[in-house]
């Protein structure tokens, strides 16, 4: 990294105020692929003023922006999110200037590498990019047919809705039962969100980061991972499909349109088929050489001196980022559900109210 750069970046954090571009239809950060590098860009500014000159040049592209105001205690949140975007350099625009930045020379890249499969949070940042590019252009207010791209976005982003795992939330009933238990004996609810057009969706979700905007801290609300076939045993008595996203995107994914993806790409959805049973398998290899390894510490501490036993000090484990199950198709472990991780959240939908639908 240029030392320019390392100035820049500095300067750029010790900001007390950033501005963002936002898509209005997407809720989300406003993507941009640049034409020569051909970086999946988000723009910051140092002022209104340029935000401004941003958004009304886009809007003589016919997209609607809105800019996003965060404060200094925000910004780690804010950069974090847009890897689960998949998106890898910012644009910091100054009046005058503008200054191209890799993501990961702001901030790393979460290693959820080292901490047990069960543990490690959905994500699905080609999904996220893919639609997100898909419904700028599709809400772009100019006539269809002068979109050139938009076929190949739907066809990429339909690919990647195929091949994806998606957290769905749940609220087990109360009372005695594994979690096990009460999902085959289907003793739980789901959210429901009711729309003014009286339609009625259930929420699904990318990933964590989607999930936790929705749960809002509700600790009751567990999540299930499962792959696109598997969304369906969780449809709502009454409802109208599923709503991915519905903080984000919003993205409504009718029974019709899932059967259609099935078809159209079946080799995508086997493959994220047996990529959410490798997890499962996965996850429960590691749940019984970890029973295992307490078993056998517990013979042996029953061999210790009763001194030595009292010289030992206890030592505590932070749990893990999330935990995520994945029952489709296979026995799943109770997980309990964790503090959101801080999510920068620039719009909250008015017209959705989350409501439990057995």
Not at 63 to 86: C, H, N, V, W
Not at 154 to 171: D, G, Q, T
């Amino acid at each position: 990294m240029a030392v320019d750069q390392a100035f820049i970046i500095q300067q750029l954090m010790n900001k007390e105020v950033l501005y963002a571009a936002f898509c209005m239809n997407t809720k989300m950060p406003f993507i941009i692929c640049d034409p020569e590098t051909y970086n999946d860009q988000v723009w910051v500014f140092d002022s209104e003023d340029v935000l401004k000159k941003f958004i009304q040049d886009y809007a003589e592209k016919k997209y609607i922006i809105r800019g996003a105001k965060m404060e200094k205690k925000q910004f780690p949140g804010f950069f974090a999110s847009l890897y689960t975007l998949d998106v890898n350099e910012i644009v910091f625009a100054e009046a005058g200037s503008t200054t191209d930045i890799a993501l990961s020379a702001i901030i790393r890249r979460p290693d959820f590498s080292k901490l047990p499969v069960i543990s490690r949070p959905v994500e699905n940042p080609s999904l996220q990019l893919s639609g997100l590019y898909f419904m700028q252009e599709a809400t772009r207010q100019i006539p269809n047919e002068q979109k050139e791209n938009l076929q190949d976005l739907n066809e990429e982003f339909s690919a990647n809705l195929a091949s994806a795992r998606y957290v769905v939330a749940i609220l087990p009933k109360e009372g005695e039962g594994s979690l096990q238990e009460k999902l085959s004996k289907h003793q739980f609810s789901v959210p429901v969100l009711n729309l003014k057009n009286g339609k009625k969706f259930v929420p699904c979700f990318s990933d964590q980061f989607e999930f936790d905007k929705f749960r809002r801290g509700d600790k009751k609300l567990l999540e299930l991972a499962v792959p696109l076939p598997g969304l369906m045993q969780y449809l709502g008595n009454g409802t109208d499909g599923f709503m991915l996203n519905p903080m984000g995107m919003s993205m409504a994914l009718t029974p019709e349109l899932i059967s259609a993806i099935e078809k159209a790409f079946p080799d995508r959805v086997k493959a994220g088929v047996e990529a959410a049973t490798n997890v499962v398998k996965e996850a429960a290899k590691q749940l019984t050489a970890a029973q295992k390894a307490r078993a056998e510490a517990q013979q042996e501490a029953k061999k210790k001196p009763q001194e030595q036993k009292k010289s030992e000090i206890p030592v505590s484990h932070l749990p893990g980022h999330s935990k995520v199950l994945t029952p489709f198709g296979q026995k799943t472990a109770q997980a309990k559900p964790e503090a959101p991780a801080p999510v920068y959240r620039p719009v909250k939908k008015e017209d959705q109210k989350p409501e439990e639908k057995q």
